[in-house]
């Protein structure tokens, strides 16, 4: 397994792909900073995974398989293993970089809001900052076997533009609500009460557009994980059938 992730790692080294766990959460970080340095916590945790975190997972996942497909996979069906362990190696591959990001952007975050004395710092500790990490590389993690299934019958572009329209609507419309259980809405459902952070970039607190007491509920987090990781296992499992069933023909 350790040969194969260095083998992949060797086709993206010199490109975004192979430094993207720490460009976007830089990016995130400057734009927080940029808009306002004494909020740069609330700004660049709200922006991360509501727009630059779907949008890097997106890109990446997609380049990914997009590399090998204007090859004609013709290299990658020829080799002497079964086409389900290369499709877990690639969705591995950018689960291992998702997982970076999230930790990196978490970290970077919380030093920047000790850094600039920011508003709410004191609240989110390296605790909540990891925890939600975590958290986020968990409930977002179904994408990227959805993003290499879409890309390979939609390509690259349109997955992009899908996913991230599904992210951005999805989240912004049903995290606070009832049905905030769709899986495009679990992760900044799930911020609520952890990072206390609403959709909308606003506080969880009372008086806020869209708050209500149950939001900062832990008790919403197992459920979460629960739809999210199911949503990863058979999203999973239908794009290593399509993608051997493609191997065959």
């Known amino acids: 397994m350790w040969n194969n992730l260095c083998a992949e790692q060797m086709k993206y080294r010199h490109t975004f792909l192979g430094k993207a766990f720490l460009v976007a959460p830089l990016l995130t970080l400057l734009l927080g900073i940029k808009l306002s340095p004494a909020y740069v916590v609330l700004t660049s945790f709200n922006w991360w995974y509501m727009f630059l975190l779907p949008a890097m997972l997106s890109i990446v996942s997609c380049s990914c398989g997009e590399k090998d497909r204007k090859l004609g996979e013709k290299a990658v069906f020829t080799l002497p293993v079964s086409l389900k362990r290369v499709r877990l190696i690639k969705i591995f591959y950018c689960s291992l970089w998702l997982f970076l990001a999230c930790i990196v952007q978490c970290i970077l975050t919380f030093v920047a809001g000790q850094i600039f004395q920011a508003k709410y710092s004191d609240t989110i500790t390296i605790f909540h900052a990891l925890f939600a990490g975590v958290l986020l590389f968990l409930t977002y993690s179904w994408q ?5 299934l879409l890309e390979q019958k939609c390509g690259a572009a349109a997955t992009i533009l899908i ?4 992210n951005i609507i999805l989240s ?3 995290a606070t609500e009832g049905m905030w259980l769709i899986p495009y809405a679990v992760p900044a459902r799930l911020m609520c009460p952890v990072l206390k952070i609403l959709p909308n970039g606003l506080p969880a ?4 557009i869209t708050f209500s007491p149950q939001l900062l509920s832990w008790e919403s987090i197992l459920p979460g994980l629960v739809v999210t990781c199911l949503c990863f296992v058979v999203v999973t499992e239908i ?3 399509v993608y051997e069933r493609k191997g065959m023909k």
């Open 144 to 148: 990227v076997p959805l993003c290499l």
């Open 163 to 166: 996913n991230m329209a599904a």
């Open 172 to 174: 912004a419309n049903f």
């Open 239 to 241: 794009s290593i059938r």
């Open 205 to 208: 607190e009372p008086g806020n």
